[in-house]
């Protein structure tokens, strides 16, 4: 009898790009609810726990049994979707309302962090694909849901932490837009669309802070929250202008064949619809509505194409590996 079943053979192949699929798969779940279509945005929401959960056991297995593998792959960017993952489904979690579990996910994704984001700063050199902003994207999903849960919870100090990772994020995206191949914008695989996601979190983010800010303790003057309405907005311009660079790039330059990169490709976007929606309520810009739904729209149409793909492709690899 094989040592292994096949699908344990099969999700051992998964290389770390795989947790985009949560990543994806959270952000259209919660876009779903903030636009009132619950029942799909559970659907998706379980498709999300059920990777999550997939991935995370490997991510274990692999530790204990092949850690030198481990090692290696944990040094490259795509590494930092598993804290990615963990914020955008504990998000998820606290808008349900399930906040013990959410603080659990914070508190994993907060442990994950340092180690994986060291690891993959020593081995940022020049030129990098799109995952590269994933290290701007991991700390402000660790902002995103650090300000969700403060203003579940009404904790100040919880709120405060998260803008200095709002900020360190944005410092993060600075220096991976320094180290991005350009190339890859007509070149990329899908993870090119992360330098638009990174922005489009950050801007939710700045949200968050805000609605925090006004969900009961005291936090900062309005001074800071100027600040805090225009940086926000400021990084809604940008990505939407990376949107559409991106997009145009692909029109032009068409890569349709499934990669599991494109995961990274639906997460930016979904995340776009959602940073709108989000500004649309804590900045009282409810004009951003309806074209965060349309975008929202859009991202829902890329991740059934993606999926539909990654089923094709699994279905493929589980009969090699039987």
């Not at 081995?123 to 300000?147: D, I, Y």
């Given at each position: ?213 006004g969900a009961g303790s005291y936090l900062w003057n309005k001074d800071d929250s100027d600040v805090l309405h225009t940086v926000t907005l400021g990084l809604f311009v940008l990505d939407l202008c990376w949107y559409a660079v991106l997009l145009v790039a692909e ?72």
């Open positions: 009898m094989p040592d292994t079943s096949p699908l344990r053979a099969w999700l051992a192949q998964r290389p770390p790009a795989a947790g985009a699929a949560v990543m994806a798969s959270g952000i259209v779940s919660i876009g779903l609810h903030l636009t009132g279509y619950d029942l799909p945005s559970y659907a998706v929401l379980a498709v999300a726990c059920a990777a999550w959960l997939a991935l995370a056991t490997d991510f274990v297995v692999r530790l204990v049994r092949e850690r030198s593998r481990w090692l290696a792959e944990a040094g490259t960017p795509a590494a930092l979707t598993g804290v990615a993952a963990t914020a955008v489904l504990g998000t998820r979690f606290s808008v349900l309302g399930r906040q013990v579990l959410a603080d659990a996910l914070l508190a994993l994704a907060f442990v994950l962090w340092p180690w994986l984001l060291v690891l993959v700063l020593r081995n940022a050199k020049r030129p990098m694909p799109g995952a590269v902003f994933l290290c701007c994207v991991a700390t402000e999903g660790l902002a995103v849901l650090g300000a969700s849960v403060a203003r579940a919870q009404d904790t100040a100090w919880l709120a405060h932490t998260a803008v200095v990772f709002f900020w360190l994020g944005l410092a993060l995206y600075v220096l991976a837009l320094s180290r991005f191949d350009l190339r890859q914008v007509f070149e990329g695989h899908g993870d090119q669309w992360v330098a638009a996601g990174a922005l489009a979190i950050s801007a939710v983010a700045g949200a968050k802070l805000i609605a925090a800010a029109l032009v330059r068409p890569r349709l064949r499934y990669d599991v990169r494109r995961w990274s490709t639906v997460f930016p976007m979904g995340m776009t619809a959602v940073a709108a929606l989000s500004i649309a309520a804590s900045l009282r810009a409810p004009a951003l509505h309806v074209p965060g739904e349309a975008l929202l729209w859009t991202a829902a149409a890329a991740w059934l194409a993606v999926a539909a793909g990654a089923v094709a492709e699994a279905r493929t690899e589980l009969r090699s590996v039987r």
